[in-house]
Antibody, heavy 118, light 107 residues
Framework: QVQLKESGPGLVQPSRTLSLTCTVSGFSLTSYGVSWVRQPPGKGLEWIAAIWSGGSTDYNSALKSRLSISRDTSKSQVLLKMNSLQTEDTAMYFCARLRRHYYVMDAWGQGASVTVSS | DVVLTQSPATLSVTPGERISLSCRASESVDTYLHWYQQKPNESPRLLIKYASQSISGIPSRFSGSGSGTDFTLSINGVELEDLSIYYC?????????FGSGTKLEIK
């Protein structure tokens, strides 16, 4: 059974760095990619970053300077770091399995809520 | 970036109705267009991939069509459980982008 689960700090102070972890099961990170997608309260979905099965990465250009995505295949984890957080980064952050064929996100985690506030 | 415009923003429906939701791309995305359903307080769920390909476990009343810049998600016989926000997403070029969503409400 394919599962993804996000974990993170919940509350982060402005200007600090956010670290999120996506722990996956039921598939291998060397066979599938993983994307991060965020959703501000009451708003739509925004794709943030992806790490592919071969380890290469892609970022939303609007956020690229603040982002880093990596993985630990031995732990089946994908890590997302975002620095210089602002209140507008307050959102639910989802990780999703990404298939290179069709570039579709076919399984999603439950999401991790992140609030940026002092 | 490819802009996806979804219409209508909100659709009020009667159970049993057949409805169509639109997603229009600012440039061709071939058939790299996918549809997701998001129920309140849940994560998105893939409904249709590659414009028209069905997904295992998704009811057959959901179908998709289109190519290039114009796409449609159809629901043949809306049920109460279909009350959700529906998003389209393009995978033809980076950055991947989503439409702003269509919210399905009961009339």
């Amino acid at each position: 059974q394919v599962q993804l689960k996000e974990s993170g700090p919940g509350l982060v102070q402005p200007s600090r760095t956010l670290s999120l972890t996506c722990t996956v099961s039921g598939f291998s990170l060397t066979s599938y990619g993983v994307s991060w997608v965020r959703q501000p309260p009451g708003k739509g979905l925004e794709w943030i970053a992806a790490i592919w099965s071969g380890g290469s990465t892609d970022y939303n250009s609007a956020l690229k300077s603040r982002l880093s995505i990596s993985r630990d295949t031995s732990k089946s984890q994908v890590l997302l770091k975002m620095n210089s957080l602002q209140t507008e980064d307050t959102a639910m952050y989802f990780c999703a399995r990404l298939r290179r064929h069709y570039y579709v996100m076919d399984a999603w985690g439950q999401g991790a809520s992140v609030t940026v506030s002092s | 970036d490819v802009v996806l415009t979804q219409s209508p923003a909100t659709l009020s429906v009667t159970p049993g109705e057949r409805i169509s939701l639109s997603c229009r791309a600012s440039e061709s995305v071939d058939t790299y267009l996918h549809w997701y359903q998001q129920k309140p307080n849940e994560s998105p769920r893939l409904l249709i991939k590659y414009a028209s390909q069905s997904i295992s476990g998704i009811p057959s009343r959901f179908s998709g069509s289109g190519s290039g810049t114009d796409f449609t998600l159809s629901i043949n016989g809306v049920e109460l459980e279909d009350l959700s926000i529906y998003y389209c997403q393009q995978g033809n070029s980076l950055p991947f982008t989503f439409g702003s969503g269509t919210k399905l409400e009961i009339k």
